[in-house]
Each structure stands twice: as structure tokens, then as C-alpha cells.
């Protein structure tokens, strides 16, 4: 994501698991496939991001953070202050403006709770495991991943945010001892961006050179920030939308604190250790602005639900080969709709690898940092050793969204290579007016599957010929010989080839007995 500054609730965060509250978590079934039509049923299920959880004293109703501002008796000093402080989630709709229906989660942008002193805007939400105790790991290099969305709701300056980040599965507990709360309350964020306003990290209050924000009454900064790879599957609204790998470079394997110019803030963005700009492929960006956006005169209609499947290529088509490419199709009201084609200097692209991004930085003249900190290649390591998914809606009190589906910087002309990446006016996107225009905008997520590539989406593939009880006829071999047999077999997916295969073998070995 090109910027994090999310707006949380007014009381935040903590390392200790509280009970003050009830913190059950919403169910969200998911499912894991392996080829079309045969996909096993996850029990998996949310939890909110702490940052926006309840921060209060341990076992008593007396807040640790309030406002912008920590409690200078509760955190003295950063590891005090986690031990004094308990996280309570409480309940996730009436609250957090976040509910599930089935397969389906829907995040409301605006939510006054019956106990809260301010209400609550967007959220962060991450994906558990079927135990409950654990983020669901996923590992999706030579691998697809399809949900469906809504984002007929969201207007210019919302982004309704689905991704994956480089966390740790227990949420860094079994690191940092005094993190007593890890994934059941939504413990251990990080990404690209290395962002400062998470109040708890490494298992320590963020609380040294706490600034608060200028213009979010709820958040502030402190002196470290947390940085990860970061796999932007899908920034939308209902105007535009972008797909955006963010690598780290080696200094930076999982969750990692940073500090100065590792983090890469302000004038030191291009010497961080993580790609802040990442390769994005934002269809609008690459010219081509009749692909996405609400009305049946786009490809991609936004005032209807959709289903967006995302698909990671390796260099030789299996799990060990280095991460190549990232493609993309739509499905809407039963047609497949394959992602544009565009020319980027001289040369055609309709997915992202490292030509694209290569050519992209040289003709927006854009700094190449993604290349510099390895690449595709770099973001596939990441993807090895598993991330965590991330559903969030969220504005963005630093530019207001404009990178995602306005022209940006607004300083440059708009018929500038790059600068147009959407419809949306510069004027757009203003937090508080969306606060108060927009307070019902919703985004949805549902129909969660991964799997091997093709598994998804599409038919079910036909089941393999039955064996029969006995040695068949002659006829049990179909085609009337072994190469006819495999000739018959279809050639994908892999898994329903290698199988035909064997049952042809078997079959025709009987049949040639007889």
C-alpha cells in the first residue's frame, strides 16, 4: 500500500490479552483447492488489527491510550506500559462496523459504538486459522488466490484493501516475551510501508518521541516503524484499483523494527530496506481508462459484485522457481474478463514481471526501486516463507488517496506518463469529509478460495474413468490402446492428467492381458 495511516479508534492497543470485553471472532469460511470443483471447506475465521482494539489497564477499566495520548503513569517507559496494558476487542459490529454473513465480511467505513467515546473509522482485519490461535499461513508462489467484492459503495479517496503481509504466525509472541496477546488480538503488523503508528511493536509500547498526528485526532507516531514484504493483491474503490508486489531487501526477513533510514521516511524514502512505491499495475495508470469503473460502459462493471482472481507464475512452472509473474482475470455475471493489454514504451504487457515494472519506472521516470531490492524474485522468497491476509477499508489523512484514483503528485500536469492513475478529482478524498459524507461506505469480501492455478475458478474438471469390479473387456480400454487412452486424458489441471494417466495404465494393462 502507498500509504498506511489508518484511522483507528480513540482508545487503542496493547500487548496482554484482556477480558473485559467478549472477543470472540467472526467466523469467515474459506476454501483450499487443489483443482476446479474440488476444493475442502477451512474453518477459518477474523480478528481485528489491536491498533484499533481497547487499550486499558489489566483487568481494570481505566484506558492506557486516550485520544493521542498515551497514560504517562500506565507507560512510563515501553516495556511498563506493555506489561500495564490489556487489548479487548468487545464486539466487532456494533463497534467496528464489521460483520460476516456466511462466506462474506463487510466493513463499514463509519461505526458509533454504544461505548465508545468517538466512533470508529475503518479497520484491519487478518485472517486466522481453523485452531483459532494462529494467522492462516499462505504460501501462494505457483498458486492462485479468487475472492469476490463489492465496492459499489466506496467513493473517490477509500480504499478497500485486500493483501498480504510478511507477519509472524503467532503474531510475534514466541519472539517477544512480552507479548502475551498475539493473533487472537490481532498482534504483530507490518508492512512495506514500515509504518510508525503501530502503538506496540517488538513487543514494546512505540511510546519513544510519541508525536501526535496533526490531523487525525486519533493517531500519532512513535520513533520506530515495522517493516515487511508486502503482496498488494487488491486497492480499490468503485473508481480504481491497483496490484502492487512491495519488496524488502535482505536486511528485512519478516516482521522487522526499524529505525532512521532503514525505514526509509520522508527524504530517505529510496534508501529504506523495503519498496515503498512497489510495481503496481493499475489498468487506469497504463492508459487504458474504460477497463474499470461503475456502469456497463466498463469491463469491469463496480456497481455490481465481482470476482477477482489473482494468479503468482514461477520461472518453471513449479513451487521451488523463482516468482516471474503475477496475472489477473475477472469474473462478473458469469463471464471471465481477462486484464487489458497495454503498451508501455514500445512493448505490450497485460500482467506484471519485472520487464513491466522495468519499463513502467523508465517512462514515468520513476525511481526503480523495486528492481534495485530484487525484484520479483525477492518478493517470491517472501511469498516462501508464508504471509498473512489483510481485509481493511481505510482513508488516507496523507494525500488523501490520490496515488490510488486521482492525479498524482497533483503538482505535475495530468497528461504526464504516470501521473493519471484515475477519475477522481485532486480535490478529492479528504478524510473528515468523507467521515461525514460518506459514513455507510462499505466494501465486502467473500467466497475466499486458494489453490493450485486453475483450481478456483471454472468447471469442474470430469472425473477420471471409474474402475471396474474385475478384470475389464478389451473394450475397458478406452481408445483400444494405452496411447489412445492417455491421448483422451485432459491436459490440465496437472493433478487430473497424472491420474488419468495412471488409470489409463492400469486399464489398458488388463485389457491387453485378455
Known sequence: MFQTCALALSVTLAQQPGNLKNNEHPALPSQLCTAPGQCTPQETSI?????????????????????????????????????????DGGDYESTYGISTSGNTMSLKFVTKGPDSPAPNVGSRSYLLDPSGEKYQMFKLKNREFSFDVDVSTLPCGLNGALYFVEMDEDGGMSKFPNNKAGPKYGTGYCDAQCPHDIKFINGEANIKNWTDSPNDPSSG???????????????????????????????????????GEQCGDGDQREFGACDKDGGDLNPYRCGVTNFYGSGSTFAVDT???????????????????????????YVQNGKQIPSPTFRIGGQSFDSVNDAFVNAQKTLFNDTNAFEK???????????????????SLWADYAVNMLWLDSSYPPTKPASAPGVARGPCATTSGDPATLIQNNPDATVKYGNIKWGAIGSTNGPPAPPAPPSPPGPPPPSGCPGGSLSACIGLCPSA???????????CAKRCSVAAQE
Not at 487499550?55 to 495520548?69: A, E, R
Not at 520461472?315 to 482475470?329: A, K, P
Not at 531490492?373 to 481485509?391: E, I, P
Open 303 to 329: 456497481s455490481q459484485p465481482f470476482t477477482v482472481v489473482t494468479q503468482w507464475h514461477t520461472t518453471d512452472g513449479t513451487d521451488s522457481g523463482d516468482l516471474s509473474e503475477i496475472r489477473r482475470f
Open 373 to 391: 531490492r530484487g525484484g520479483m524474485a525477492q518478493m517470491g522468497k517472501a511469498m516462501d516463507r508464508g504471509m498473512v491476509l489483510v481485509l
Open 47 to 87: 480478528t481485528l488489527d489491536g491498533n484499533w482494539m481497547w487499550t486499558h489497564k489489566v483487568g481494570q477499566p481505566q484506558n492506557c491510550y486516550t485520544g493521542d495520548n498515551w497514560d504517562q503513569t500506565l507507560c512510563p517507559d515501553p516495556v511498563t506500559c506493555a506489561q500495564n496494558c490489556a487489548l
Open 493 to 503: 489441471p496437472p493433478i487430473v492428467y497424472k491420474d488419468c494417466v495412471e488409470d
Open 221 to 259: 507516531t512513535g520513533f520506530y516503524g515495522t517493516c515487511c514484504a508486502e503482496m498488494d493483491v487488491w486497492e480499490s474503490n468503485s473508481m480504481a484499483q491497483a496490484v502492487t508486489p512491495h519488496c524488502c531487501d535482505d536486511t528485512v526477513i519478516g516482521q522487522t523494527r526499524c529505525s
